[in-house]
């Protein structure tokens, strides 16, 4: 009798049929990872029930149903806000992009939202004076300030932050250090006009990025 094939486990990327979008149904194929990971998806049931993941999940699955995909992104940042029962919003805003940012806040007052509005170079901070080194530098010598621009938040009790266009890293920081719920609207990418999903369809920068890496597995 010859041996049995071994059974080859993928990674959500590498599937091609997405079954698990009709819930599967010709049972979980034997290649879907989450045949190794049936006790976390039955743990994760029940964080759903948690008051404040709940809370949100609800008002997700509200926007999702309302905007039937028609609203862009802003118009859903403050619906997302008015479904939490939200009055006062933050926005960590890179400075780069302050003048749109300052587009995206006047919608928000226009909604009857107070935001509270905080640029990453807030205190001027010298790049010494938050542990980067001389030869990492940038020109003006000064630092970003994403921690500061959480927990300048948190003090003024912003229910919901938004993310405006902050560094790769910076953003990071925010998001550990925000006590509220956090969302993006906007992100960082000078190269493709903040628009970083253009790099996997532009046959330059694929080459561009391929070739970056091309030493390694990619």
Known sequence: MAEESKKTT??????????????YPNGVPDFCQAN?????????????????????????????KRGNEQWPRVMEAIEFARELGV?????????????????????????????????CMIGGMSHTDTGIPEEL????????????????????????????????????????????PVTYIAVKDFATGNNPTAALFSPFLRRRIWEAYSGDKV
């Not at 993928?10 to 819930?23: A, F, P, S």
């Not at 400075?95 to 909604?111: D, T």
């Not at 300048?152 to 990071?172: A, K, R, S, V, W």
């Open 10 to 23: 993928i990674v959500c990327h590498q599937c091609k049929t997405n079954e698990c979008l009709d819930r």
């Open 36 to 64: 190794k990971f049936w006790d976390v998806i039955e743990r994760a049931k029940a964080e759903y029930f948690q008051p404040e993941d709940l809370k949100i999940h609800i008002a997700t699955a509200k926007i999702l």
């Open 87 to 119: 009055s006062k919003v933050g926005l960590a805003v890179c400075v780069g992009l302050v003048r749109e940012g300052r587009e995206f806040a006047r919608f928000l007052n226009h909604a009857g939202l107070e935001v509270i509005s905080v640029a």
């Open 137 to 180: 530098a940038v020109e003006k010598g000064i630092s970003c300030n994403p921690i500061a621009q959480a927990e300048i938040l948190n003090q003024e009790g912003t229910g919901l932050n938004f993310i405006y266009g902050l560094c790769m890293g910076h953003d990071t920081l925010f998001i550990r250090h925000s006590e509220a």
